[in-house]
């Protein structure tokens, strides 16, 4: 039996929060920065997911009870969803972070949103019109424009370093995390799934976080929970529930879009925070990335979810 369609309420709402998730997942930049010599990757990304599976737990409580059945049966898919979008998303950057800059990781990152349309549409067999290619196209020039300042010769001069490779890792993991939560389904709701998958990426965190904290990892110190207390919140329940909550009603194609908006998000939050100078390769590419995001979004009919 085929899902029912979502309604024109629905579509709207998601069409709207979509454009908060990079709000949202700029938190983690921030808390990426201020992590080295406070607490390691994977004690982060731990901390990070246990709390929210705690928070998501208890809040799904009855649910969860009630659909035990259906966790046990499909355990093994959420501890996949867990280990692509909880560990190696949310510790390969910052691993990266310590030998790669912030324009290969623009870069790099950028191509999974690229990833999940192709997939979307070969895999998933999801339609995808000549606006919404036309849609990545600009979106991914735009991204590219902000992050070389509009001098498009300097990707000549990039040059490829180990820590690259955990980027890569990291935008493929994500790519897989999106296309698999929607061809598996499932019938719990945005929520109690989310808690299900943060319990599946503990599980699978746990061996590694315990070899980073015996292996000289800094003491666990007030400043280090409280970075885990924001990440679990913030850019962890928040930005996962509604990500996932959209995909479910505007598919992974469309919503994978966001991810090409944190560049720009950064830049206007760096200039009205920061005092950081909004440029003009800024309003280029922003132009180009809002255009992009809003033709592939715009495709989607309000009334039934479906290609306009």
């Known amino acids: ?9 629905a579509v709207r709402l998601a069409k709207l929060l979509i454009w908060v998730i990079p709000l949202l997942w700029i938190v983690n930049s921030v808390i990426a920065r201020r992590a080295p010599g406070v607490i390691t990757p994977h004690v982060l990304a731990l901390g990070r997911w ?23 049966l499909h355990a093994g898919r959420y501890i996949v969803l867990g280990a692509c979008g909880m560990w190696i998303c949310g510790a390969a950057v910052y691993f990266a972070g310590q030998t790669t800059s912030m324009m290969n990781i623009s870069l790099i990152y950028a191509a999974s949103p690229v990833m999940i349309a192709l997939g ?8 995808f019109s000549a606006k919404q290619v036309l849609g990545v196209v600009l979106s991914l020039a735009g991204v590219v424009h902000v992050v070389v300042q509009g001098q498009w010769l300097l990707l000549a001069q990039v040059a490829f370093v180990p820590g690259d490779l955990w980027i890569a890792a990291a935008a493929t993991a994500w790519a897989a995390y999106c296309m698999l939560q929607k061809h598996w389904g499932s019938p719990l709701s945005a929520s109690a799934q989310l808690a299900v998958i943060s319990a599946g990426g503990v599980l699978v965190l746990i061996p590694f976080a315990l070899w980073e904290q015996y292996s000289g990892a800094p003491a666990l110190g007030w400043q280090a929970l409280a970075l885990m207390g924001v990440a679990a919140v913030v850019p962890g329940v928040l930005a996962y529930w509604i990500y996932g909550w959209t995909q479910s009603i505007l598919g992974p194609g469309p919503v994978a879009m966001t991810m090409y908006l944190g560049p720009l998000y950064a830049a206007v939050v760096a200039w009205l925070f920061l005092g950081e100078a909004l440029e003009l390769h800024h309003l280029i590419g922003g132009a180009l990335i809002l255009s992009g995001v809003g033709l592939v979004v715009a495709a989607k009919r309000p009334d039934t979810g479906e290609e306009a």
């Open 1 to 9: 039996m085929q899902p029912e369609a979502p309604g024109a309420a």
């Open 50 to 72: 246990t709390l929210a599976a705690l928070i998501l737990g208890m809040a799904n409580r009855a649910e969860l009870w009630r659909q035990r059945e259906e966790v046990r």
């Open 120 to 127: 979307s549409v070969l895999w998933l067999r999801e339609p």
